[in-house]
């Protein structure tokens, strides 16, 4: 009942938190976000499970039961862990403590519903990396849309409410794509009676679907794979489905965005990864041509608009959608380095686009201005705070013993020597071209920023960054660095459970 402990309090503690006092809002909902990072920690020293969960893994902290019955389908739930989402899940619970953190100085207004927005999301999160039933998963899966909408919308910028419709919009039609394409899945494998995803993962693979509306069964496969596909890919996201991702950014208050760049985008990774690169084997050999073309576009192109850019955010933003196309390209590798780089790369962003973010915000609050164009200087201002921001910066880069340099030899590595993708060699140079080009905007950015004199255009004195922004910038850089120095810390667990996914291990 462990997951089910980490949900409720987080649950419990979003309730408290609405209906608390402002003035202890933020210090109530940080004590009580410690309790489910906390938990998280012990379950990750106390993992003890096998194996992939959708491929008859031994799954750690397990619990099923019977919810509803509809029609000859039964909705349990069903909740678990393996080495896939274990990582997330405590990547989720710190991220979020931190995310508090770092609201304590911009949020001033209604800030008890600020804070039991954020630890809602915690628990939705939380819902959608232990989930093992689709109903279930589906829900909390749309779940996490209302109070990331909420947060955009009403403590956002000044285009905040276009920000947040338009984030809305994009990911319900997508999710509505996604859902209607599961569904006709489960229709059409007839001896399934549940939507519970072994058992889901088992018929695909043992032979698949029967066939519906007129469709061969391979045919279905492949519709329903590239309604997933779609489905997910607003949500990563990719190139051409990003748009709404750096107008969510720039309006985001800096909580927000350190939570929907740290494990929001992760959410359609960890769904591609538990659907489609699991569920339909032989679908990705027959698309990984142009999978692994879209994942080199959004590499490349995702770094050419960030090298357009003179808002910070703006920058960090598009960012993430090039580091989401090294993940794709790990994915569409089908190799153990491949999809466990691309796993690792996952935990490695949350960390570090949480990083940046995070510092961000911490020179915005001082200098109410994110434009490169605006500053010069503020290295002498804001050593710390600067200096961990370089130091994220370097992590973007991929420098060695950071955790982003990890992630990146992994992908390569597993792409290049991919011998289900055609062309992996060719694929993967034009992907290493793309760190070039993140050197090339990170670099020109802190040149205009932190160094040479000290100028500001706004009317603010800027001083050292408060202690609790840099105890939180701090954690985060230590993280980035320990698994930059110790990947094994997560990847052998990683690696045990795609393992069954890409040498087709035992059901």
Partial sequence: MMIEALIAVALIGALVTFVAPNRIAGKLAFAISLVPAALSLWLFGAFDGSGNAL?????????????????????????GLDGISLPLVVLTTILCTLAIVSSWTP???RESQFYGLVLFIEAMLIGVFSALDFFLWFVFWEAVLIPMYLLIGIWGGPRRKYAAIKFFVYTNVASLVMFGSFVALVFGLGDVTSFALPEIATAMLEGGPDGLFGLSGTTLASVVFIGLFLGFAVKVPIVPFHTWLPDAHVEAPTPASILLAGVLLKMGTYALLRFNFTMFPDQVETYAVPIAAIAVISVIYGAMLALAQTDLKRIVAYSSVSSMGYVILGLVAYTQFGVGGATFQMISHGLISGLMFMAVGVIYNATHTRMVTDMSGLADRMPIAVGVLIAGAFGYMGLPLMSGFAAEYFIFFGSFGSELLSYSAAFTSLAMFGIVIVAGYLLFALQRTVFGPYRLETDYEVGRAPAHDVASLIVLLGLVILLGVAPDLIFDMITDAIDPIVQGGDL
């Fill in 55 to 79: 491929r008859g893994g031994e799954l750690a902290f397990e619990s099923q039961a019977a919810w509803l019955e509809i029609g000859d389908y039964s909705i349990s739930w069903f909740v």
């Fill in 107 to 109: 949020i001033d207004e």
